[in-house]
């Protein structure tokens, strides 16, 4: 999904005091050797038939608009299974709830929307259901490699992936045009001097990079081979948002936002969205999600605007970075985890429900075999001037850097991140040092919580 779950700082402390608990219970008492049972033979047909036509109520947490539209396909091919779908708020506020009827034993659902980054939060405490004997390993191959890894870490498989958010650079080519730049920039040298051009010859920046957006930068990150986090699915996090490369992009906007080439205000609010509206922002470094988000934003300014992939730091063959998306995963504690499996693989596989997911929730697909679908890759956008966009997106998908992994506190994380370098990019400060900053705090707080730190 696209990114709202990351709210600003405020918003995302309330949510981390929950988190703590659960995190560090987990940390300091798991171990495969007290807590693992056996390993669950795998699942057969028969048992499948028979969960599926077993009168059966499953309850789905989902924040995606108007799913009940996808979930009333799966019920008229299963009747004997009734789906009661509840949007109980987006991202950190669901997962504060999920973690308080876990904690109770009261109260949580079958089946839950979770999305890439949160899932470590979720395994740590055991609350996720291994798919693999429910047959989700088999479906490995119908992805990218990245986006595979997204939910299958250490060895399991803990949610069937729904959409994604592949990163590239949305612009407007008029406001370019006026600067005497005909063509997006292809390197971060290129975009940097472009900036200067954009911000000399117009009232524009060439993008905004918000200060409290935390995934934003991450995803940058992860398009420059940066690997901030890492987790070993029990006791070991890897905590390295200060690495040379990680140091590499920090002077880079540093830099530009110093010269008063790009601006850094909060994202997603009524002045950011005037931004827009107003010509403020030239550009949008961002992901597969918006631009259809964009549509339904600044629709006065269609044609305008056009996509390439982001700029490169270096030739050769490009690599990309991700900003968002999401998976269904079925918890541990649902008395009926094979309907439940079977509900997610259809949502997220059947071609009628993926078609759905795109064209009427404006999901971004997961599925290779979508992302190379002629009737999804070759439909022309009028508000980008008739440019096949998804076709752009669906060729940067499989570009996106394979290795990245996740912590399991990944709220507080970004909560800090808030409070360090984004505070030092409002205030054109020193990001490097604010980095220093982010680190140390996450490895005293991982400490705190029970975890060794690579």
């Known amino acids: 999904m696209r990114k709202r779950a990351t709210k600003p700082a405020a918003g995302t402390v309330l949510t981390v005091v929950t988190v703590l ?64 779908v509840e949007n109980v708020g987006q991202g950190l506020a669901q997962y ?57 870490p250490s060895g399991g498989v803990y949610g069937l992936p729904q959409d994604s958010g592949p990163m590239g650079n949305l612009y407007r ?17 290129q975009y940097a001097a472009d900036a200067r ?53 920090y002077a880079y906007w540093q830099d530009l936002i110093a010269q008063d080439l790009v601006s850094t205000d909060p994202d997603f609010t009524d002045s950011w969205y005037q931004g827009f509206s107003r010509d403020k922002y030239a550009g ?19 044609g305008k605007w056009k996509a390439a992939p982001l700029p490169q730091w270096s030739s050769g063959e490009p690599v990309a970075g991700n900003w968002g998306g999401s998976s269904d995963a079925v918890l541990a504690t649902s008395k009926n985890p094979i ?16 078609r759905m997911l795109n064209e009427q929730q404006n999901l971004f697909p997961v599925q290779t075999a979508q992302l190379e679908d002629s009737a999804f890759t070759e439909a022309k956008s009028d508000f980008f001037g008739g440019q096949p966009v998804n076709e752009l997106f669906s060729q940067i998908a499989p570009t996106v850097n394979t290795d990245f ?32 900053l982010w680190q140390s705090d996450l490895e005293k707080y991982a400490q705190q919580q029970g975890f060794e730190v690579n």
């Open 173 to 189: 080519a008029d406001i370019l045009k006026e600067a005497g730049i005909t063509e997006a920039p292809q390197t971060w040298e």
């Open 339 to 354: 309907a439940a499996y079977e509900l997610a693989e259809f949502l997220n596989t059947d071609p009628e429900s993926t």
């Open 21 to 84: 608990s659960a995190v560090s219970l987990a940390a300091c008492s798991s171990s495969s050797d007290e807590q693992e049972g056996p390993a669950q033979a795998p699942v057969n047909q028969a048992q499948i038939d028979e969960a599926l036509n077993t009168p059966t109520t499953l309850t789905f947490w989902t924040w995606v608009p108007n799913i009940e539209d996808e979930v009333a396909l799966f019920e008229a091919k299963y009747p004997s299974i009734d789906v009661k």
């Open 197 to 249: 051009t954009v911000r000399d010859k117009t009232d524009s920046y060439i993008s905004n990079l918000a200060s409290n957006e935390p995934a934003a930068m991450v995803g940058l990150l992860w398009q420059a081979g940066a690997q901030p986090f890492g987790f070993d699915g029990e006791k070991t996090v890897t905590i390295d948002v200060n690495s040379d490369a990680a140091k590499q992009v």
């Open 405 to 436: 992994q996740w912590l399991p506190f990944m709220d507080y994380a970004y909560s800090r991140f808030n409070e360090t370098i984004g505070d030092a990019m409002t205030n054109k400060g020193d990001l490097g040092a604010a980095a220093d």
């Open 96 to 152: 504060q709830k999920l973690r308080t009827a876990l904690k109770s034993g009261e109260g949580a659902p079958d089946l839950v929307q979770v999305e890439f980054q949160y899932i470590p939060s979720f395994t740590i405490t055991k609350s996720l259901l291994d798919l693999t004997p429910y047959g989700a390993g088999d479906l490995k191959a119908n992805y990218p490699e990245w986006i595979w890894n997204q939910v299958a």
């Open 284 to 302: 949008w470094l961002t992901a597969a999600w918006a631009p259809v988000f964009l549509q339904g934003t600044v629709k006065d300014t269609a």
